[in-house]
């Protein structure tokens, strides 16, 4: 099946295929329009695209590298936002790349609120049972990689 954009491209470029976006619950879509390479994607309401995950990745000075662009009115989801990741230079799989650094930066939040929750409630616990005196003596013993300033980030 040949796919084309509107202005009569065809798509050559399938980096990623249309399989791997078919099983992708977040690509929706992929097209090529006036030279874009264009993800449709849906991204729960709750989730946020965080500037830091495209650092001069969009420079007013010259050609849009990468963009998002938001697009609520004519949405159909109640829960979830529509955002087109697009750019005239990167290729389906940059943009797809970028797409899963989106995801897995929300899914990590959203595991880190699961764990913070987690600790929060047995710290409740503690302060319920336990007398002051002993709550005194509580310490957070962070990982050794936190004490010895090798910690990284995931």
Aim: glycine share 6%.
């Amino acid at each position: 099946m040949m796919m084309t954009g509107t202005t009569g491209e065809s798509f050559i470029e399938k980096p990623i295929g249309m399989d791997v976006i078919g099983e992708s619950p977040y690509v929706i879509g992929m097209r090529k329009d006036q030279g874009f390479r264009i993800l449709d994607v849906i991204l729960p309401k709750a989730w946020e695209v965080p500037p830091k995950l495209f650092p001069e990745e969009i420079d007013p000075k010259t050609e849009l590298n990468v963009g998002i662009n938001v697009n609520v009115s004519d949405s159909v989801y109640t829960d979830a936002i529509m955002y087109l990741f697009f750019s005239p230079r990167k290729s389906f799989s940059q943009l797809y790349a970028k797409v899963m650094e989106v995801v897995t930066y929300n899914q990590e939040l959203e595991e880190r609120l699961v764990l913070l929750n987690k600790l929060q409630q047995e710290l409740q616990v503690m302060f319920d049972t336990l007398p002051l005196k002993d709550l005194k003596k509580i310490k957070l013993i962070p990982p050794k990689t936190v004490l010895d300033g090798n910690a990284t980030k995931s």
